[in-house]
C-alpha cells in the first residue's frame, strides 16, 4: 500500500470555505478510486465524497451541492473543496485510496493515516 498525506484543515466559521488535499504515492494514485471520509467525535466514520479512477464524483447526501471532489493526475493529489462549512462539518478528516466497489458501495480496506481535523464554528 501507499502513501497518503492529508492537508487543509483548520478552524473557520459557519459559511466558510476549506480546501483539503491529500498527496498520494503514484501505484496508488493512477488507476484508483479514491475517497474522502470523515469521524466526528463520538460518530462512525463515514465516507463523505469518492472519485474513481476514470473522474466518476459520488457524494453523501450530507454534503451534496457543497463538497466537490477532484483529482490532479499529475500533482498525484486529490482535493476535496468545502464550501458553505455546517458545525456538523467538525470532524478529523481522513483521505482513503484505493476504494474497493463491494455490495453495491465503496468500501476501504487499508490503514488511515493521522488525518486532518476541519473545525466549524457556530
Known amino acids: 500500500q501507499g502513501q497518503l498525506v492529508e492537508s487543509g484543515g483548520g478552524l473557520v466559521q459557519a459559511g466558510g470555505s476549506l480546501r483539503l488535499s491529500c498527496a498520494a504515492s503514484?501505484?496508488?494514485?493512477?488507476?484508483?478510486?479514491m475517497g474522502w471520509y470523515r469521524q466526528a467525535p463520538g460518530r462512525q466514520r463515514e465516507l463523505v465524497a469518492s472519485?474513481?479512477?476514470?473522474?466518476?464524483?459520488n457524494y453523501a447526501d450530507s454534503v451534496k451541492g457543497r463538497f466537490t471532489i477532484s483529482r490532479d493526475n499529475a500533482k498525484n493529489t486529490v482535493y476535496l473543496q468545502m464550501n458553505s462549512l455546517k458545525f456538523e462539518d467538525t470532524a478529523v478528516y481522513y483521505c482513503?485510496?484505493?476504494?474497493?466497489?463491494?455490495?453495491?458501495?465503496?468500501?476501504?480496506?487499508?490503514?488511515w493515516g493521522q488525518g486532518t481535523q476541519v473545525t466549524v464554528s457556530s
Open positions: 482513503a485510496a484505493p476504494l474497493i466497489w463491494l455490495g453495491g458501495s465503496w468500501r476501504y480496506f487499508g490503514s
Open positions: 503514484g501505484s496508488i494514485f493512477s488507476i484508483n478510486a
Open positions: 472519485i474513481s479512477g476514470g473522474g466518476r464524483t
